[in-house]
């Protein structure tokens, strides 16, 4: 079972045709419960599970051994979300690349219906199915965005979370102006469910390993892709059960938000160098700003003043 990141492929690619790129750090449950599934709702025998362990502690990889469809890639360590994707797509062996987070479940033919909906648009680079909660209902506001330009991050900047709902300009950036239950075209998805063509992938080199250790790396992805006229799309054909909270609940609130905006700087940095300064001096008062909506909860406020702190002085760091 256990591979190194540098061990090739020892079987050829015969019948595969996805290779699920599952990226495992310390997910308990997760990651078993997710491969049962797969395997209880579809087809297995064109499927290949490429389990990628950042390092694992809590014994959670063990469950992949019950899956002779699965492979184990473990890196001994936690390189973060982008590296251990690459790695995975380095040691996968189909020509479709299903990156998919262990906090997901499977629906029947779900695999399926997402390559079928790829296959019926050859010039797209990629798909995602339609990610939906434990009662079925789609998660919006989440799963898919338009690319993040300078006017969308200052609009998410300035207008927090507590308040998104009533902002008609953001009910467009999370295509709230679409139907949910057709296909249609869409910029940038979450890399939680992505079944992207392996050739588009390396084209543009997969992902940027900076982004450490998570977040962010799917928004520049998809922008990149995007730079070489690729197409992503989206399809309600393929349901995916997503909880949801997987990074959250492992790293904690405070170093999730710290992780969070200091990849969103490094984002505009890298696309949008010039308004990256704007941001980055915006960043702390905009922190104050949700620190004061967020008093009746002291400890989220709490947080944000602290983060504040860190951006104002600790400037080289970020």
Not at 131 to 158: I, M, N, S, Y
Not at 284 to 307: E, M, Q
Request: charged share 25%; aromatic share 12%.
């Amino acid at each position: 079972m256990g591979e190194s990141e540098c061990s090739p492929p020892t079987m050829p690619t015969g019948n595969l045709v996805i290779s699920v790129i599952i990226v495992n750090w310390n997910s308990g449950d997760l990651l078993g419960r997710n491969l049962a599934s797969l395997e209880a709702h579809n087809d297995v025998s064109g499927v290949e599970a490429v389990v990628v362990d950042n390092g694992s502690t809590d014994g959670s990889l063990e469950a992949a051994a019950a899956f002779t469809w699965a492979r184990v890639v473990r890196l001994g360590e936690n390189r973060g979300y982008g590296a251990a994707s690459n790695a995975g797509a380095r040691s996968a062996r189909a020509p479709l690349l299903l990156l998919l987070n262990p906090d997901v479940l499977h629906t029947p033919d779900n695999l399926a219906r997402l390559a079928d909906a790829l296959s019926r648009r050859p010039d797209a680079a990629g798909v995602c199915g339609s990610l939906e909660d434990e009662q079925g209902r789609k998660q919006r506001g989440f799963q898919l965005r338009r690319h993040l330009t300078p006017g969308w991050g200052l609009v998410a900047l300035l207008w927090p979370p507590s308040i998104w709902s009533r902002c008609p300009i953001l009910r467009r950036y999370y295509y709230g102006d679409r139907d949910w239950e057709r296909e249609f075209r869409v910029e940038q998805p979450a890399a939680t469910c992505l079944l992207l063509r392996r050739s588009a992938f390396e084209q543009v080199g997969g992902f940027d390993e900076s982004f450490y250790p998570a977040w962010f790396e799917d928004v520049d992805l998809c922008r990149r892709l995007a730079d070489h006229g690729a197409e992503l799309w989206y399809t309600a054909a393929a349901p995916f059960r997503h909880q949801g909270g997987y990074s959250l609940a492992r790293t904690g609130r405070e170093a999730f938000a710290e992780m969070f905006w200091r990849n969103c700087l490094r984002y505009f940095r890298k696309h949008y160098p010039a308004f990256a300064r704007i941001f980055r001096w915006l960043l702390p008062p905009a922190l104050v700003w949700r620190a004061l909506l967020a008093i009746p909860r002291p400890g989220r406020s709490g947080i944000y003043l602290r983060l504040a702190g860190r951006f104002c002085r600790q400037e080289a760091r970020w």
